[in-house]
């Protein structure tokens, strides 16, 4: 069935502002519980799991953030086709208070020295919950944030998703600094490392009352003015829109992996290969990830003006071409040269976070976005997101060639642009709607006065 535009009503600049707000915030709420757990990692292992074996805890610990991690395709099976049943906004509701709710509940849970094997029990039930819920934010905001921004500043609007998932990432890492700062080791252990986890419910709440303050996506309201609400948005995306899932596997893996490498495991291969201390690979880290918060938007931007495949393309490429000669500087040991690595590798990220998700959004129609953006993303990052320090570590250990990481990244690098040349340019046109697929939404289906927000 043939697409077309979809014309919508012009929607308020202050709306989409807090459009803007509302999508992001439920990001940032995600990451931050993210990051947290896995920064708080070797204390949760003494909390949750006997004192007997320090080692078995942490891989246990971590064995439950992998857990987690998989759980998050199930959810977005289930709240990227509810979001184009029921609508954005509702979904984004459920998920945000669900996410805040499981990352409290944490904060709260009893310890290994209080109830025993209940605890890690409990712990990784929390997880579950979280990691199903959080498998319908990254589609449901994308979406959301897709449909209130204007056309000729979507790339700009929909960055804004990225950044708050790195500014999680950054102030996570700023929380459990200032909690190691201001408490004794023996205190965080005893309680301290509740208080991250209980900083996100507030501002899960504060996300919740943004978004049911906001009124569905002009899109979405459009198909039910029309009565073109799909009725099996699965169904209906896994039949007619295998093509566009296709080519968001291959822009996912790029940014899975280029995301993970360089703000996660060079950490453990910086104390590991290059012999740095953790608090100047955290240093290094923080570098990286300020780079590529700020560089977001504004390529976001540029990609509103430029398009969205030249900026793909040149992150592609840039992987493909500069890794193996950034891991060969990385490895001279320069402090200087480190950073300058890090530095480039935060630009390189920069150019595909601020373009996937807008790029991805503008290949689906209406009817089934939520569902392929969901899929898309968290089928993609089960299998490559959270194996990345694992596969990495033994496959460095298995061939004793420290380059590892550089060859990854210049496989996804290839990928990521062998899959852009087969996409058409997006930026500044109209969503894509698909026309009605049953007589009787051919029937009830009409115009709809206005046009696109410029």
């Known amino acids: 069935m043939e697409s077309r535009e979809q014309v919508v009503p012009q929607v308020d600049p202050a709306l989409i502002r807090r459009s803007i707000i509302g999508g992001a915030v439920g990001v940032w709420v995600h990451w931050f519980d993210w990051a947290v757990y896995a920064y708080l990692a070797t204390t949760l292992a003494a909390v949750f799991f006997p004192n007997e074996n320090p080692t078995a805890g942490l891989l246990s610990v971590f064995a439950i953030f992998a857990v987690s991690f998989v759980v998050r395709p199930l959810g977005g099976f289930f709240f990227g086709p509810l979001g184009d049943k029921i609508g954005r906004r509702t979904t984004l509701a459920v998920v945000i208070i669900t996410m805040g709710a499981a990352t409290t509940a944490v904060g709260l849970l009893p310890t290994y020295s209080s109830v025993g094997i209940l605890a890690p029990i ?11 819920a959080a498998g319908g934010e990254f ?6 944030l897709a449909e209130y921004s204007p056309r000729r500043h979507r790339g700009f609007g929909v960055s804004w998703l990225e950044s708050s998932s790195l500014l999680g990432f950054l102030t996570a890492s700023l929380a459990v600094f200032l909690l190691n700062s201001a408490l004794t080791e023996e205190a965080v252990t005893a309680w301290g490392w509740r208080i991250p986890f209980l900083i996100a419910g507030p501002m899960a709440v504060v996300g919740l009352y943004i978004r049911l303050k906001l009124e569905d996506t002009p899109n979405f309201r459009v198909l039910e003015q029309t009565n073109e609400v799909s009725q099996a948005p699965l169904r209906e995306l896994l039949r007619q829109d295998w093509k566009q899932l ?9 940014q899975h992996v280029s995301f993970y490498i360089v703000l996660v495991y060079l950490l453990t291969y910086q104390t590991q290969e290059l012999g740095l201390s953790s608090g100047s690979a955290a240093m290094l880290s923080t570098i990286t990830s300020i780079v590529a918060m700020v560089l977001v938007p504004l390529f976001g931007a540029l990609s509103d003006r430029v398009g969205r495949k030249p900026l793909l393309i040149a992150s592609g490429l840039g992987f493909l ?3 193996y000669p950034a891991f060969l500087l990385m490895r ?8 300058l690595v890090q530095t480039g590798l935060g630009i390189l990220l920069a ?8 790029a991805m959004s503008e290949i689906f129609p209406t009817r089934v976005r939520q569902a392929g953006l969901s899929l898309g993303y968290q089928v993609t990052a089960a299998i490559f997101a959270g194996t990345v320090p694992y596969l990495m570590t033994y496959l460095i250990s298995a061939t004793g060639n ?7 990244l210049m496989f996804v690098g290839l990928v990521g642009v062998g899959t852009t040349l087969t996409l058409r340019e997006t930026a500044g046109l109209p969503l894509p709607q698909r026309e009605p697929v049953t ?3 051919e029937t009830a289906g009409g115009a709809v006065s206005g046009s696109e927000s410029e």
């Not at 409990?122 to 979280?130: D, H, N, W």
């Not at 589609?139 to 959301?144: D, K, N, P, R, Y």
């Not at 380059?403 to 990854?408: E, I, L, N």
Request: no cysteine; charged share 5%; glycine share 10%.
């Open 246 to 254: 296709l080519q968001m596997t291959g822009i996912e893996i790029l």
């Open 321 to 323: 071409l500069l890794s």
């Open 351 to 358: 150019l595909i976070l601020s373009t996937h998700a807008v």
């Open 439 to 441: 007589p009787v939404q």
């Open 332 to 339: 001279t040991g320069d402090l200087g040269a480190i950073i």
């Open 122 to 132: 409990l712990l990784v039930t929390v997880r579950l919950v979280q990691g199903f």
């Open 402 to 408: 420290p380059y590892v990481p550089a060859f990854y």
């Open 139 to 144: 589609g449901g905001a994308a979406a959301f």
